[in-house]
């Protein structure tokens, strides 16, 4: 099986920058996926991690170290629409099936 | 708006019944994949489909089963229904080869 653990719930004000960290247990490790998703609405992807190290996209890096087992998502500038839930999920196996877990809460705030 | 559709947004129904969700993927996309997200158990990976062919499965009740037609548009079977049933349901597609899934806007069910 596979163990996914991330804080329940963050918050940070607008402007400012966010840290959401994962940490994952899971064999045949292939790579890690962050997605949002806010309340009652589908998951949108944000990225996808296979290699070591961090890889930006915008307002948004996510950053994996296979070794530690070991993930982060880092949000900056953020804005009001960035509350979310932030998923972390592993994939492994030789799928891209992502495994996820519960989330992190994120409540951004003026 | 993902390209994914789903019917329908919102069911209700009474426990012992059984219930078809629909999914259409995206345009060209070979692979669809369904999920359910309850508030104990979070976002579960259930099953996947290939061009028609079961390609993984993950926690799916016997009581469920999927299929995916020829057109790509797949269904999702759920019978003898249980109040643990309720639950957002999504599906969710994906080109052959790639790794990003794009999701539906999901199906609500309630079972009373």
């Known amino acids: 099986g596979q163990n996914i653990d991330q804080p329940t719930e963050m918050t940070a004000t607008e402007g400012a920058i966010v840290q959401i960290n994962c940490t994952y247990q899971?064999?045949?490790?292939?790579?890690l996926f962050w997605y949002q998703q806010h309340a009652g609405e589908a998951p949108t992807f944000l990225s996808y991690n296979v290699l070591d190290g961090l890889e930006e996209k915008g307002r948004f890096s996510s950053f994996l170290s296979r070794s530690k087992g070991y993930s982060y998502l880092l949000l900056k500038e953020l804005q009001m629409k960035d509350s979310a839930s932030y998923l972390c999920?592993?994939?492994?196996?030789?799928?891209?099936?992502?495994?996820f877990g519960r989330g992190t809460s994120l409540i951004v705030h003026p | 708006d993902s390209g994914v559709t789903q019917t329908p947004k919102h069911l209700i129904t009474a426990t012992g019944q059984r219930v078809t969700l629909r999914c259409s993927p995206r345009?060209?996309?070979?692979?669809v994949y369904w999920y359910q997200q309850s508030l104990d158990q979070g976002l579960q990976f259930l099953i996947q489909y290939y061009n028609g062919e079961e390609r993984a499965k993950g926690n799916i009740l016997e009581r469920f089963s999927a299929q995916q037609f020829p057109d790509l548009h797949s269904e999702l079977n759920l019978s003898s229904l249980e109040l643990g049933d309720s639950a957002l349901y999504f599906c969710?597609?994906?080109?052959?080869?790639?790794?990003?899934?794009?999701f539906g806007p999901g199906t609500r069910l309630t079972v009373t």
């Open positions: 899971t064999s045949g490790f292939n790579g």
């Open positions: 969710a597609s994906s080109r052959a080869g790639d790794y990003e899934q794009y």
């Open positions: 345009s060209g996309d070979l692979s």
């Open positions: 999920a592993p994939a492994s196996g030789g799928s891209y099936i992502p495994t």
